[in-house]
């Protein structure tokens, strides 16, 4: 019985630890899940904001010379969507360049680890 | 006890293992060049290998050639359009334009003095005072700069006339690159590496097109070898209706694949040039020429 009651404090503990770790990821804030997953859903955040992140991001994947010639457009054509009022469109297309930003980023430290890889010397 | 031998066996399979991974090593590092100068010439062999085995019965010498190297109904329409170059106009605007003077009454005589017996084949070559590669194309602004005049556009126009021009001077002279250093096979490799660099939202290195699947179609397109690139360069294309240089070609893959193009003459373009004319070492200089 004794064993019993010490199993469920036990599970109890758990529960709790665990529901702790959660609260805190959370509170983290939207910022962190930009830098890790690129993707913003939070509406806590300002679109010039991920604007901002998008050209942020874009400049990180252009110094190592891995730049998509795709990814600038989308960020203009998201600027373009927030003068125009459609929010939106704006946070989804910024969202999108972050995206291929991060991409193009893995892309390049790809290539520094592997490009041998595909050398034929 | 069965635990043990489980055990024994476990770690005796794991200590054969690395001792035979050490044996292989040994045995690759055996085979690895003592030296760069070894390096880089193990790297043309096995790149003029690459091709002559994807392509057995072409010479290797054809390869300057480019696509009309590997596919007989192209090259029989581009050696008519060769009857009547496109780019001739081109070489005469460029001869013309070398020998006029600058404001200062000197010319890009007295930066090319050996021009008329051929110079394009020792381009580009690592400057061991700057230690940094120099292009044809770098050398001609770098010429106007000194003397006193603005720089002109790197990709197409004048600079290519020009750049068309020293080349038409060197046709039939042979490439002769050197990589004098460490500093110089730094460049190389970096050129290399580039090279062999996925890039762009396609995810397309130059060696995927250009190298590994070399000859196939792409679209109506049949994909160039990367071998023999720079002896035809400038290059008059058709879709640009006008000379360009082997940078803009650059640029212009890049674009094809989605990748933002680097700066024309930048260091990453011109490292990549170093390595690219190193892997078509002792090939004739055929330049300017036309492709679609």
Redesign the interface.
Same mark, same amino acid.
């Given at each position: 019985m004794n064993n019993l009651k010490k199993n469920n404090f036990r599970i109890l503990v758990l529960i709790l630890i665990s529901l702790g770790i959660v609260a805190c990821q959370d509170e983290t804030g939207s910022t962190d899940k930009i830098e890790k997953i690129g993707y913003v859903k939070s509406s806590t955040n300002s679109i010039v904001d991920i604007i901002a992140k998008a050209k942020n991001s874009l400049a990180k994947a252009?110094e190592v010379?891995?730049? =998509? %010639? %795709?990814t600038?457009p989308l960020i203009k054509q998201a600027v373009e969507a927030e003068n125009s009022g459609n929010s939106k469109l704006a946070l989804e297309l910024a969202n999108k360049a972050i995206k291929?930003s991060e991409n193009s980023l893995v892309?390049a430290k790809?290539?520094d680890e592997h =490009?041998?890889d595909?050398?034929?010397? | 006890m069965n635990l043990i031998k489980k055990n024994k066996i476990y770690w005796l399979t794991n200590i054969a293992s690395l001792l035979l991974s050490v044996s292989v090593n040994s045995q690759n590092n055996d085979e690895q060049p003592s030296n760069y100068q070894d390096a880089v010439i193990?790297?043309i062999q096995?790149?003029r290998d690459?091709y002559t085995n994807k392509f057995p019965n072409i010479d290797i010498n054809e390869f300057k050639d480019g696509v009309y190297a590997i596919d007989e109904k192209s090259r029989e329409q581009w050696l008519e359009i060769e009857e009547f170059a496109p780019y001739e106009i081109s070489v005469e605007d460029g001869e013309e334009a070398f020998g006029q003077n600058f404001a200062n009454g000197k010319s890009y005589i007295d930066c090319f003095p050996n021009v008329e017996d051929g110079i394009r084949q020792n381009y580009p070559y690592f400057d061991t005072q700057t230690n940094q590669v120099i292009t044809v194309e770098l050398a001609i602004n770098q010429c106007r700069v000194v003397n006193g005049e603005v720089p002109l556009a790197f990709g197409k126009g004048k600079l290519a006339d020009i750049s068309g021009y020293i080349s038409f001077s060197s046709r039939e002279k042979t490439l002769n690159i050197k990589v004098p250093n460490e500093q110089a096979y730094e460049s190389y490799m970096a050129g290399?590496?580039f090279f062999?660099? /996925?890039?762009?939202?396609l995810?397309f290195?130059c060696?995927?097109c250009h190298?590994q699947i070399a000859g196939s179609m792409l679209r109506a397109d049949i994909l160039g070898p990367a071998l023999g690139h720079p002896t035809g360069m400038p290059v008059y294309r058709s879709k640009w209706g006008e000379l360009g240089t082997l940078h803009a070609r650059y640029a212009e893959c890049? /674009?094809n694949v989605?990748? /933002?193009?680097?700066e024309l003459q930048g260091e990453?373009y011109r490292n990549l040039e170093y390595f690219q004319t190193i892997m078509s070492q002792g090939m004739q200089v055929n330049g300017p020429s036309s492709r679609k």
């Amino acid at each position: 019985m004794n064993n019993l009651k010490k199993n469920n404090f036990r599970i109890l503990v758990l529960i709790l630890i665990s529901l702790g770790i959660v609260a805190c990821q959370d509170e983290t804030g939207s910022t962190d899940k930009i830098e890790k997953i690129g993707y913003v859903k939070s509406s806590t955040n300002s679109i010039v904001d991920i604007i901002a992140k998008a050209k942020n991001s874009l400049a990180k994947a252009a110094e190592v010379g891995f730049e =998509w %010639s %795709s990814t600038a457009p989308l960020i203009k054509q998201a600027v373009e969507a927030e003068n125009s009022g459609n929010s939106k469109l704006a946070l989804e297309l910024a969202n999108k360049a972050i995206k291929e930003s991060e991409n193009s980023l893995v892309q390049a430290k790809y290539a520094d680890e592997h =490009w041998q890889d595909h050398a034929i010397n | 006890m069965n635990l043990i031998k489980k055990n024994k066996i476990y770690w005796l399979t794991n200590i054969a293992s690395l001792l035979l991974s050490v044996s292989v090593n040994s045995q690759n590092n055996d085979e690895q060049p003592s030296n760069y100068q070894d390096a880089v010439i193990q790297d043309i062999q096995e790149f003029r290998d690459f091709y002559t085995n994807k392509f057995p019965n072409i010479d290797i010498n054809e390869f300057k050639d480019g696509v009309y190297a590997i596919d007989e109904k192209s090259r029989e329409q581009w050696l008519e359009i060769e009857e009547f170059a496109p780019y001739e106009i081109s070489v005469e605007d460029g001869e013309e334009a070398f020998g006029q003077n600058f404001a200062n009454g000197k010319s890009y005589i007295d930066c090319f003095p050996n021009v008329e017996d051929g110079i394009r084949q020792n381009y580009p070559y690592f400057d061991t005072q700057t230690n940094q590669v120099i292009t044809v194309e770098l050398a001609i602004n770098q010429c106007r700069v000194v003397n006193g005049e603005v720089p002109l556009a790197f990709g197409k126009g004048k600079l290519a006339d020009i750049s068309g021009y020293i080349s038409f001077s060197s046709r039939e002279k042979t490439l002769n690159i050197k990589v004098p250093n460490e500093q110089a096979y730094e460049s190389y490799m970096a050129g290399k590496k580039f090279f062999y660099s /996925k890039r762009g939202q396609l995810n397309f290195a130059c060696a995927d097109c250009h190298l590994q699947i070399a000859g196939s179609m792409l679209r109506a397109d049949i994909l160039g070898p990367a071998l023999g690139h720079p002896t035809g360069m400038p290059v008059y294309r058709s879709k640009w209706g006008e000379l360009g240089t082997l940078h803009a070609r650059y640029a212009e893959c890049n /674009k094809n694949v989605r990748a /933002k193009p680097l700066e024309l003459q930048g260091e990453s373009y011109r490292n990549l040039e170093y390595f690219q004319t190193i892997m078509s070492q002792g090939m004739q200089v055929n330049g300017p020429s036309s492709r679609k």
